[in-house]
Each structure stands twice: as C-alpha cells, then as structure tokens.
C-alpha cells in the first residue's frame, strides 16, 4: 500500500479510517521533500527551479546545516516551503538514549524556531529508523517517512532519479538537495507530474492535519 508509510509514523491502525479519506481526497498529490540540508549552493539552486516552476516542497533539515547556513534555511521558509526536522546531528536515533533522541529533537526544533518563527510540524528520523519511543518522544508530531524512495544518495544519476520518481504514483517523495545529480532531475519530475495533473504539496498540507490542534490524538 502506498501510503502506509506515513502511518507507521502514527502507529495507531485506528488513524485508518481517517487517513483512508484524506488520501482519497490527495489521490493526485505529490509532496517532494528534500532531505539533509541545507547545502550553500545546491539548496539556493533548487529553491531557483521551484520558484520558476511555483512548486511548494518541505526541507528536512540537519540542525548542524541549518547552523552553518541558517540563510538558506530562512530562504526557504520565506519562499512558502516547509522546514521539517531531520534531527541535530543525523545519528540512527534508534542507536541513541531517550535523553540523546530528545535533545537532537528539541535542539533542532529551537534553531528552526530562532530562524522562521516557527517550530517545525514535521518529524523525518535519519535512515527512517524509529521505534516507538522515540514516536513518542516527538508526539504529538508524527515521524513523517515516505512514499517513494528515489534512492538518490545511491544512484547519484540524474536519470535514475527522474525514472524513480516519475515512475511512481506520486505521494511523499524522499530525495537529497545535497546531490547535484538530484537538483539536476527536479525539472523533469515537476514536469512530468504536471502533465499528469497532479497538485504540489507540502509534507503537511499532504497529510492534511493540523498539527499545532494535537485534537486527533484523540483518536489514538
Ligand atoms: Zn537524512
């Protein structure tokens, strides 16, 4: 099933029902999310395609990045993207302390805080590796994981990356903005998509919760 990703970021069989409907509401949705950030020459280019292509897309960055280039962060932000949280220092949190998972949580949170006015709504764990403590450390937000794996990092072929992406049904894409050979593939997929008729999300518009209203806790 091509969504259940997101809900083992939930881990609650009973979110079902709910997050059934709002797929079917995104059926044609996609949300590129670009891990790893921010890079001081590659993010500034991609945010130079979605700009001309008027595409939103969701940043998940590194805390240590974000501190090292926190204008291109601010960048982003301004331009209507979304800035998700990829922890501080990109460890498998599922090797880290609960005291560890929470500061690499909390300490990114107040960076991004400090540079968009904001706390970030989103949670993406380095490697997808998560487990329910640390679900539970980062509640109410959910870990948001992906749809489709573009196997980016791996590839490192601009072409492999565009047959990946626009091979799929769309959903939570996962790609890297620290790869030239990444930058260089986004126009082809927007593209693509585009043709297909497929709207352009945020990671959080696409799961379609308000996250600061923690009220579908309830359902839990
Ligand atoms: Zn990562």
Redesign the pocket.
Known sequence: MRRRSFLAGLGAVALFGRVAQAASDEERTIALTF??GPHPELTPQLLEILERQQVPATF?V?GTCAQRWPEVVRRAFSAGHEIGN?SWS?PFLTECSAARVTQEIERTDALLHDLTGERPNTV?P??GAVNGEIRQIALPRPMMLWDVDTNDWRSRNTAAVERAAIGSAGGIVLM?DIHRTTVEAVPAIIGSFKARGYRFVTISSYVNWTLTNPSWLDQV
Do not use: G, I, L
């Open positions: 891990d790893d998940f590194v990829h990109h993406r380095p490697y890297h």
